[in-house]
T-cell receptor, first 119, second 111 residues
């Protein structure tokens, strides 16, 4: 159980275009999902917290107009990279916690990630 | 001071040996602790979780927690080359849903 599906797994786009990444919890509901970015050989960097039915919370230094997040339902969050540039090329990973479980003993479950390359 | 600290490694151990991975955290109110494994180019996968002081064993893995010392560790017995990966320590404090991750320790199991 506790599967998070993320699509696409890999995307190549041209500079200036927008890319949408979907994150779905398949067998549980999540009021909160988290979006991370990871550069090669670097640690996970939390970009934003996606909240179902309300605005996302962005970490310091992350442009909310650049990285649009929508959490339309208890099982779906999307991240749209707008006007992508080569420096946005990275590995984007979403994660979610099963809201049906007690907070203290429920881990984050990760999607398989999306490798974005902007040419 | 970083909230969750890990030695970046690489930690090199021979096949069959015990690998010991360590993590310290700064928030005394932290309640939940998790170890994730991340292979190169892949997303993290959960290995162990621990909430109470002491040891918790699952197969070849043992997580150890000492809240007084703000220290959590992961032991991997009978290390295999397939264990070569980066191991991430994650901590949840208070009522926050998010996890704070360490930078990870890269483990290399040599033949």
């Amino acid at each position: 159980g506790a599967v998070v599906s993320q699509h696409p797994s890999r995307v190549i786009c041209k500079s200036g275009t927008s890319v949408k990444i979907e994150c779905r919890s398949l067998d549980f509901q999540a009021t909160t999902m988290f979006w991370y970015r990871q550069f090669p050989k670097k640690s996970l960097m939390l970009m934003a917290t996606s909240n179902e039915g309300s605005k996302a919370t962005y970490e310091q230094g992350v442009e909310k107009d650049k990285f649009l997040i929508n959490h339309a339902s208890l099982t779906l969050s999307t991240l749209t990279v707008t006007s992508a540039h080569p420096e946005d090329s990275s590995f984007y990973i979403c994660s979610a916690r099963d809201m049906g479980k007690a907070l203290f003993n429920s881990p984050l479950h990760f999607g398989n990630g999306t490798r974005l390359t902007v040419t | 001071q970083k909230e969750v600290e890990q030695n970046s490694g690489p930690l090199s151990v021979p096949e069959g040996a015990i690998a010991s991975l360590n993590c310290t955290y700064s928030d005394r109110g932290s309640q939940s602790f998790f170890w994730y494994r991340q292979y190169s180019g892949k997303s993290p996968e959960l290995i162990m979780s621990i909430y109470s002081n002491g040891d918790k064993e699952d197969g070849r893995f043992t997580a150890q927690l000492n809240k007084a010392s703000q220290y959590v560790s992961l032991l991997i017995r009978d290390s295999q080359p397939s264990d070569s990966a980066t191991y991430l320590c994650a901590v949840r404090g208070g009522t926050a849903s998010k996890l704070t991750f360490g930078t990870g320790t890269r483990l290399q199991v040599t033949l």
